[in-house]
């Protein structure tokens, strides 16, 4: 598949806002009582809370990435196009 280098800056701010997003959302939920079993921040075990968003937190920024380098990797592709 050819990608423009248009769709290659899209992918790569897609893979740069995932990075830039979700670490945040990860410590908003880290500070979050609800994630604690004594309702009190990083004490008591983690609840499910935590560990489901941690999931959504780690297959976000995998596929955030993926998309990233895919962008990245289409650019370059699409600069030896052009200089061939």
Request: glycine content about 10%; proline content about 2%.
């Amino acid at each position: 598949m050819v990608l423009s280098r248009g769709w290659s800056v899209f992918l790569v701010g897609v893979g740069v806002w995932t990075w830039v997003i979700w670490p945040r959302f990860a410590v908003a939920i880290w500070q979050d009582p609800r994630s604690w079993a004594s309702g009190v921040v990083a004490e008591g075990a983690a609840t499910s809370f935590l560990w489901v968003h941690a999931l959504l937190i780690a297959a976000s920024l995998a596929i955030g990435t993926t998309v990233g380098v895919l962008g990245i990797r289409a650019w370059i592709a699409a600069r030896r196009r052009q200089a061939s």
